[in-house]
Each structure stands twice: as C-alpha cells, then as structure tokens.
C-alpha cells in the first residue's frame, strides 16, 4: 500500500498539465480580488458623500427658511445627522463650521478642513457664528469614518489620521432669508 501511494506521488510531481493555469490563477486572482475590493469601498464611499450632501443642504435649507429660529451648534449637528439617514456614529464624528462672509470681499473657509481627530485632544468649535437676515452663510461639514478594506484598494490610499479614519467633507453656502 505504501509503495502504491509513493508510486502516485510521484506521478503526481511528475505531471504538469494544468500548470500554466495555476500560474495565471496565482497572477490574476489578487488583480481581480483588489479591484473587487475598491469597487465596495468606493461604493461605500460615494453612498456616505451622497448621504452627508443630502444632510447638509436639507439643514441648510430650514436654517435659510426659519430666520427668526436661533440654532445651536448641536442642534444643528442633530439635524444633519437625521437627514443624512444612516452615517454610523454621525453625532461623534462629525464636526461643523459656519462662518458670515462678505460676498464683495470674499474670504471663504480656510482651506485646512476641521475635522474630529479622536486621538487627539478635543478642540474648541472653530469658526461658529449665527448670521443675520440677508447674510451670506457658509457651513462646512467634515465627517470621519473607518474604511472597510483599510489596507486594500482604495483603503489603503485613503489618508488617515492617527485613529485610522478618512475624513469627507462638504460645503453649503446660503443667504439668511428675511423673516
């Protein structure tokens, strides 16, 4: 019985039909499998962009319209993260600026995005300021989330801070309306 399994063996190790096709599985397999994987993080991406747009300009749009209400820093946060629908951890990873700009001399937000940085000490809210009726408002959202694939694809050529996390961001501009 032995030298039946030797002599198999060695037929076996002997063969080499079939190993052109090994070789072009070994070559081609991870080129498709990575490809895979940054379609799903890029799809993934795009649905979190498309889903914090959304929250930010419906806000943006109540805040325009309601002139005479006065919106707190979180209320704000709260009401983009129930109109963006599911961005996990929405309240704790995003960060919000608004600023009054003059539209004759325009200035603008600086170009550095603030976001959450957890590993990092918590900073102040930079930038925050209730405008009147027929000011020209900018506001810019940053949110942080983990990448699903963080070493593959698109993941890997995501920059992250120190916590592993990708930043997004997105901005709305809108003139108070009078009340």
Not at 25 to 33: D, E, K, V, Y
């Amino acid at each position: 019985m032995i030298t039946r399994l030797k002599n198999r063996l060695r037929r076996f190790r002997k063969e080499d039909d079939g190993a052109i096709i090994a070789l072009e599985f070994m070559i081609m397999a991870p080129l498709i499998f990575s490809a895979f994987f940054m379609g799903v993080e890029m799809g993934l991406y795009s649905i979190r962009q498309m889903l914090l747009d959304r929250g930010l300009e419906v806000t943006t749009r109540e805040v325009r319209l309601n002139t005479d209400m006065y919106f707190e820093h979180d209320d704000l946060k709260r009401a983009i993260c129930q109109n963006a629908g599911n961005l996990p951890g929405c309240m704790d990873n995003l960060r919000l600026e608004m600023v009054p700009t003059n539209p004759r001399a325009f200035t603008g937000l600086p170009a550095t995005v603030d976001c959450v940085d957890t590993s990092q000490p918590v900073t102040p809210v930079r930038g925050w300021a209730l405008g009147k009726q027929h000011d020209l408002m900018i506001l810019r959202a940053c949110y942080k989330f983990k990448p699903i694939f963080p070493t593959t694809g698109l993941g890997a050529s995501f920059s992250k801070d120190g916590n592993g996390e990708v930043a997004m961001s997105t901005i709305s501009a809108f003139v108070q309306e009078p009340s």
